[in-house]
């Protein structure tokens, strides 16, 4: 039998990278792309699962598994390096205006 070599990531290995602030935007707007294709009772149920520490029942629910996984680290880290910011937003019907601090 023919062997082939590949390198590849331990399932252990911990790696870390560096994201940007747009990249997590657009994890989170991934999140809720995937999390509107399925119903509500749907994604809660999958929520609870993550909770639990199930594993996933479907590809939908594994994929939405891993994206909180991911942006919940890189929340944690954005807040272990004091990078996070809070944010005001107006809701009066007169403003609609975004503050940053």
Do not use: C, R
């Not at 994201?19 to 609870?48: D, P, Q, W």
């Amino acid at each position: 039998m023919e062997k082939i070599k590949y390198k590849t990531i331990p399932h252990d290995a911990i790696i870390s990278i560096e994201v940007s602030g747009a990249f997590y935007n657009n994890l989170s707007n991934l999140l809720l792309h995937l999390s509107s294709s399925v119903s509500e009772e749907e994604f809660k149920a999958m929520l609870e699962a993550l909770k639990e520490n199930k594993p996933a029942k479907n590809i939908t629910e594994f994929n939405i598994h891993m994206l909180f996984s991911l942006i919940y680290e890189i929340e944690k880290n954005a807040k272990n390096q004091n990078k996070v910011v809070t944010t005001e937003i107006d809701l009066s019907k007169d403003s609609a205006e975004k503050k940053t601090t």
